[in-house]
């Protein structure tokens, strides 16, 4: 199995929709991020969280939120999607030595 | 405020061509941390290297190796004798101390034709 399973691998929504992306890990590391890329951007932080109590936004959180269900278990939740928001998603976590990323989601709001 | 800057958009080379890119960084802390990734064309990001900001030393791993300059906070990435499954996009990214925090740069797409 993946250490970083990510849940849906493509969502097609429409403007105004509430969706959820899922993260998943198997190897049992406190960190976990949520990550964008854009064209020509590169990636952007958009939260993370070192612990299950512990949430922090990074450099783009507008728009979005999470909640980190368990130390495994890591979602992305955009309230009221917008076409601005279409990329592709990264979860990673990280046990201090590096860093590993998921598969992405790829999302596009219509 | 780090900053990740890869100058190079777009490379193109011939199948056995080296190919070097660039990655300049800029940070006022003493301690950090550069990386590599590689994303093929199906869009997962591969770790290649970490490399610390106490360690200067270059490293080579097959075709690839790594030249680090604090002196010009620089940490290039270059693939000897290019091949077309090295067609990617490859990201430096750098982050502070060890929260893995990491600040990417926009990305050189590397193109290898046979």
Sequence with gaps: DADVTQTPRNRITKTGKRIMLECSQTKGHDRMYWYRQDPGLGLRLIYYSFDVKDINKGEISDGYSVSRQAQAKFSLSLESAIPNQTALYFCATSDGQGVIFGPGTRLTVL | ?114
Excluded: H, M
């Excluded at chain 2, 900001?53 to 000897?80: C, H, L, P």
């Excluded at chain 2, 101390?97 to 046979?114: E, H, I, P, Q, W």
């Design chain 2, 1 to 114: 405020a780090q900053k990740v800057t890869q100058a190079q958009t777009e490379i193109s080379v011939v199948e056995k061509e080296d190919v070097t890119l660039d990655c300049v960084y800029e940070t006022r802390d003493t301690t950090y941390y550069l990386f590599w990734y590689k994303q093929p064309p199906s869009g997962e990001l591969v770790f290649l290297i970490r490399r610390n900001s106490f360690d200067e030393q270059n490293e080579i791993s097959g075709r690839y190796s790594w030249n680090f300059q604090k002196s010009t906070s620089s940490f290039n990435f270059t693939i000897t004798a290019s091949q077309v499954v090295d067609s990617a996009v490859y990201f430096c990214a750098l982050s502070l101390s060890n929260d893995y925090k990491l600040s990417f740069g926009a990305g050189t797409t590397v193109t290898v034709r046979a």
